[in-house]
T-cell receptor, first 116, second 109 residues
Framework: GAVVSQHPSWVICKSGTSVKIECRSL??????MFWYRQFPKQSLMLMAT?????????EQGVEKDKFLINHASLTLSTLTVTSAHPEDSSFYIC????????????FGPGTRLTVL | KQEVTQIPAALSVPEGENLVLNCSFT??????LQWFRQDPGKGLTSLLL?????REQTSGRLNASLDKSSGRSTLYIAASQPGDSATYLC????????FGKGTTLSVSS
């Protein structure tokens, strides 16, 4: 399967600061990228879907001004958590697909964010 | 809105047992269904992907079936081993993969 990387794998930051997480598709062009969030002992919740060169589509309840998503190229998407607070502490996982439809989504290893 | 339900939420079995994990979804207009494994604190490992036109997929001791019309899938694990202990997630895709809450499996030796 295709390889998706995330950086950093874990990050600790102070409340009020912003954190950027990168998601890269290493061996294929990802026209669509997805960002998920997973709280402890919970399942993955879709936060937003982004298509290369377009604005991201956010799921209901996800603040677009707080979670800034950029998908400027076919191999890179970034999620910036702005003015992070302790309740934003979570496991953030990105996923990439070559296109919509029956194509498989490939997942990154996740980024654990802890906000103090 | 698509909803994915997994039953049971948790399961404990002795080593060697065959077991079935269940997944149901409310909207049958899907492109594919995927089963994942997640170990504590780790990312996802894809186990099986079933396209909407398929009925089942097999990989080693794992067999997944899909009945799209009834909105159901099952993951069958044969001859369970302690190393199978993990959380198993079912997800269906149309626009994006939507996940169930998972079944946490514990296999004792």
């Amino acid at each position: 399967g295709a390889v998706v990387s995330q950086h950093p794998s874990w990050v600790i930051c102070k409340s009020g600061t912003s954190v950027k997480i990168e998601c890269r598709s290493l061996d294929f062009q990802a026209t669509t990228m997805f960002w998920y969030r997973q709280f402890p002992k919970q399942s993955l919740m879709l936060m937003a879907t982004s298509n290369e060169g377009s604005k991201a589509t956010y799921e209901q309840g996800v603040e677009k001004d707080k979670f800034l998503i950029n998908h400027a190229s076919l191999t890179l998407s970034t999620l910036t958590v702005t003015s992070a607070h302790p309740e934003d502490s979570s496991f953030y996982i990105c996923s990439a697909a070559g296109t919509s439809g029956p194509n498989e989504q490939f997942f990154g290893p996740g980024t654990r964010l802890t906000v103090l | 809105k698509q909803e994915v339900t997994q039953i049971p939420a948790a399961l404990s079995v002795p080593e060697g047992e065959n077991l079935v994990l269940n997944c149901s979804f409310t909207d049958s207009a899907i492109y594919n269904l995927q089963w994942f494994r997640q170990d504590p604190g780790k990312g996802l490992t894809s186990l099986l992907l079933i396209q909407s036109s398929q009925r089942e997929q097999t990989s080693g001791r794992l067999n997944a079936s899909l009945d799209k019309s009834s909105g159901r899938s099952t993951l069958y694990i044969a001859a369970s081993q302690p190393g199978d202990s993990a959380t198993y997630l079912c997800a269906v895709r149309r626009d994006a993969l939507i996940f169930g809450k998972g079944t946490t499996l514990s296999v004792s030796s």
